[in-house]
């Protein structure tokens, strides 16, 4: 009985006639050899940029992010910092020396920084008297501090301590403490945080806990007929205070009643822009055609303007009667 065997390149069933057969047709054999020289040809294109800057010295700001396996505008960056100098030729021109760059990598040795640690390195002895005691320690306070390189002690509250006090939630919890890179410790199954970094990343400023009225974001958006993305626009470009609670966002409210004003829209001294074009029968864009002809007083609240109701009458009534006495000539 002649053997089977699936083809090295389509996967289909063949019967082989020899050992060494791996593809089930010469048209299979001619296709994975094209594929082979691609994939060889592209091998050679991806290494070859860094094989001609292995031979240079002087590099382009693109070829310095290929030799660093950055983005170029990261390079730019570092040289906008002065970390990186760079030469420029012309305008359009500017060369990094590729010992520039060996320079400020060997003069910036990594270190895990962590938030409020000193940048002294811990020495392997104190570290090692460090986790001996942490280990004997049975209570969650004053545990002392791990790979932090100081030698003062650390307070430590629990992860239920931590979402009362700061009012937090536990996923949030979790992804802060490991993107900031808070000092923890696990003692009986539970995790216990350092206080004195939690109070750095999510203690509450002084001056928003002076705050006592707030809103929320649905709140708010009834409040003042706004949308959401209107809201958060109108908080980042006018700085309005704000806290998060269990994942809550909360507006101050006197900021957002200064912003938006919602005595002036409740005033009978005053016209949106809809309002009046509802009136008098026109476009939201002719009514603000008359006001910007006219020179009418308008008042921005938020994304509106409000139209002073005695000046666009005024104008309104002269158009009226230029209009009947053109309609009897």
Request: glycine fraction near 4%; proline fraction near 3%; charged fraction near 25%.
């Amino acid at each position: 009985m002649r053997k089977t065997r699936k083809c090295a390149f389509c996967g289909k069933e063949f019967i082989c006639n020899s050992g060494s057969q791996r593809y089930c047709s010469e048209h299979c054999a001619e296709a994975a050899k094209a594929q082979r020289k691609k994939q060889q040809q592209d091998f050679l294109k991806a290494v070859q940029p860094v094989i001609d800057i292995a031979n240079q010295e002087y590099l382009t700001f693109s070829k310095a992010a290929i030799l660093m396996g950055c983005s170029r505008q990261y390079v730019y960056k570092l040289v906008n910092e002065g970390k990186l100098p760079a030469s420029r030729i012309s305008s359009r021109m500017a060369f990094i020396r590729k010992a520039d760059i060996e320079k400020m990598l060997a003069g910036n040795p990594y270190h895990r920084v962590l938030p409020g640690a000193s940048s002294n390195k811990p020495s392997k002895k104190s570290s090692h008297s460090s986790s001996s005691s942490l280990s004997s320690r049975k209570g969650k306070n004053h545990i002392p501090e791990i790979g932090m390189g100081s030698s003062e002690p650390l307070e430590y509250i629990s992860g239920e301590d931590v979402m009362a006090i700061y009012k937090v939630k536990k996923s949030w919890l979790y992804v802060s403490a490991k993107r900031n890179n808070i000092p923890v410790c696990k003692i009986a199954g539970k995790n216990y945080y350092s206080r004195k970094h939690m109070d750095a990343l999510f203690r509450v400023p002084a001056e928003i806990e002076a705050i006592t009225e707030w809103l929320t974001t649905d709140e708010a958006e009834s409040l003042y007929s706004t949308t959401k993305e209107s809201l958060r626009t109108q908080a980042y470009r006018r700085h309005i205070p704000s806290k998060r609670e269990y994942g809550r966002t909360y507006y101050s409210k006197k900021h957002l009643d200064d912003i938006f004003r919602p005595d002036l829209k409740a005033s009978y001294a005053y016209y949106t822009t809809a309002e009046a074009a509802e009136k008098y029968g026109m476009t939201k864009s002719n009514i603000c055609v008359i006001v910007k002809t006219n020179n009418l007083t308008k008042v921005k609240v938020g994304a509106q303007n409000l139209i002073v109701k005695e000046e666009l009458d005024r104008i309104m009534a002269s158009r009226l009667a230029q209009f009947g006495a053109y309609r009897l000539q």
